[in-house]
């Protein structure tokens, strides 16, 4: 292949090197573009052509269906390891040896109290706040807190930084829950694992002792991997932008937390059961919701299909649907709601409209049904799936601040009125 790219713009040719990445992708350089051309720039709405940054952390085929943390393929990672090791591995780039793990735990388990004021602001949410937006402000809370700002040349501040958050950030997630149950704020119990420890967190009943399940705690561990990381989305992307004005690490992820809300990312989950709960209601027509979807005069979409880089199944989606079987089977729950969704899975695989434009399950398509199983109540599966992708967004925030990234700053093509004289109020 050339090493080049050329442009031809009003005769005259502008070149633009290539770059090639570990799996072969390549990238043009257009770095040089606006100074080369005197002020031309590129336009891509929602980035679909366009590559924000170099990035070591995850690699994804869309085309393949494809996903590998620092190399290592989310199926292999799924099944051997836990979701600690994952987010050591990417964080700081290799599975952590025997004794960083037990020191990676550890020094978490040290940073897992919440200073007792942090409850004064939760008590001043409604109970029915929704959980993404109480997880968002309390983590910004944090950063109150927590005011010295970490130096990103220090190893030890930058470490000292991620197991504060990844120490503190479960506390969070479980206090959203247990407010509103009703429930009385616990910070659960040091000697046992992270993964046990966010379930006692939150399930643990104050006149009773927790009873700890296999299966949810594979479960559980298994779902917050799959979520670890997804390269430069809209959430991970906001992290990025947000900390490369230099703002710290927890007021980076408070953004990228807000942006994961949104019923076309994160919030999808909820929106799926959702879906799921209003078909059920309607009589299980799931043909109704596939005509629904279909018709370009109806705003309506199948949630939890479709991706912007999966043009393929979703590799998170069929690890998730084998772990949705299990935990029902092991739970003993019949849900119906899950029939409806095998049901419509099977039509949308067989329907041209959907299988024209690649549209396949992705992994939130399944997740909720689990949470479903495990208790969880619907508004808080995006908060479950905050909890798993928060080693990707410190890893990404961590490479974007050791990379020395410059400020996120896009530029746009004005389309709005040219210069007019103010007139003024009494003349208009
Ligand atoms: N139902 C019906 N039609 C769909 C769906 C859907 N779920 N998704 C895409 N389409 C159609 C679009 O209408 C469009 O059709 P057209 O070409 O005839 O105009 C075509 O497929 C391409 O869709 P785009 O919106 O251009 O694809 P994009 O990459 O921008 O969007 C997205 C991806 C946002 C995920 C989209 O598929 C969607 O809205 N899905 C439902 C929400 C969802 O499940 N989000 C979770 C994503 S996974 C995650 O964040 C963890």
Same mark, same amino acid.
């Given at each position: 292949m050339s090493e080049k790219a050329t442009l031809e713009l009003n005769g005259q040719k502008y070149d633009f090197p290539l770059k090639s990445g570990t799996e072969n992708e390549t990238a043009i350089d257009i770095s040089s573009l606006r100074n080369s051309t005197k002020g031309i720039i590129t336009l891509d709405s929602g980035f &679909?052509?366009?590559?924000s940054c170099e990035s070591a952390i995850t690699f994804l085929d869309g085309e393949k269906g494809i996903l590998r943390y620092r190399g290592y393929s989310i199926e292999e990672l799924a099944e051997k390891a836990d979701f600690l090791e994952v987010a050591y591995l990417l964080i700081f780039g290799e599975l952590p040896t025997q004794e960083q793990n037990l020191k990676f735990h550890n020094d978490i388990k040290a940073q897992s109290v919440v200073d007792e004021d942090v409850k004064k602001i939760l008590d001043a949410f409604p109970k029915t706040a929704h959980p993404m937006g109480v997880l968002s402000s309390l983590t910004s809370a944090l950063t109150a807190f927590n005011p010295s700002s970490v130096n990103v040349n220090s190893e030890e501040d930058m470490y000292k930084a991620i197991v504060k958050i990844m120490g503190k950030f479960p506390v969070l997630v479980a206090w959203t829950l247990r407010k509103k149950n009703g429930l009385p704020l616990d910070y659960g119990e040091k000697n046992i694992g992270y993964v046990e420890n966010v379930l006692k967190m939150m399930? &643990?009943?104050?006149n009773e002792d927790y009873v700890q399940n296999k299966v949810l705690i594979e479960a559980l561990d298994k779902l917050l991997i799959l979520h670890a990381d997804h390269e430069q989305n809209c959430s991970t992307s906001t992290v990025r932008i947000v900390g490369s004005s230099h703002a710290g690490l927890f007021a980076s992820l408070s953004a990228g937390i807000s942006a994961l809300w949104g019923p076309l990312h994160g919030g999808a989950n909820q929106a799926v059961l959702e879906m799921l709960e209003a078909i059920k209601a309607d009589d299980g027509d799931t043909k109704k919701y596939m005509a629904k979807a279909k018709d370009k005069n109806d705003p309506f979409r199948l949630m939890g299909f479709g991706h912007r880089v999966y043009k393929n199944f979703d590799p998170r989606a069929r690890i998730i649907k084998k772990a949705a079987d299990e935990v029902l089977e092991d739970l003993g729950i019949e849900d119906p709601i899950l029939d409806i969704a095998k049901g419509l899975e099977q039509e949308a695989l067989k329907d041209p409209y959907f299988v024209d434009r690649k549209l396949y399950p992705n992994v939130d398509f399944y997740s909720g049904i689990i949470y479903r199983a495990m208790g969880i109540p619907t508004d808080m599966f995006t908060v479950m799936f905050a909890l798993g992708r928060l080693p990707g967004w410190i890893a990404q925030w961590r490479e974007m601040r050791l990379n020395n990234e410059p400020i996120g700053r896009p530029r746009q093509l004005y389309v709005g009125a040219t210069e007019r004289s103010f007139v003024e109020v009494d003349k208009r």
């Open positions: &679909k052509n366009t590559g399930f &643990k009943q104050p």
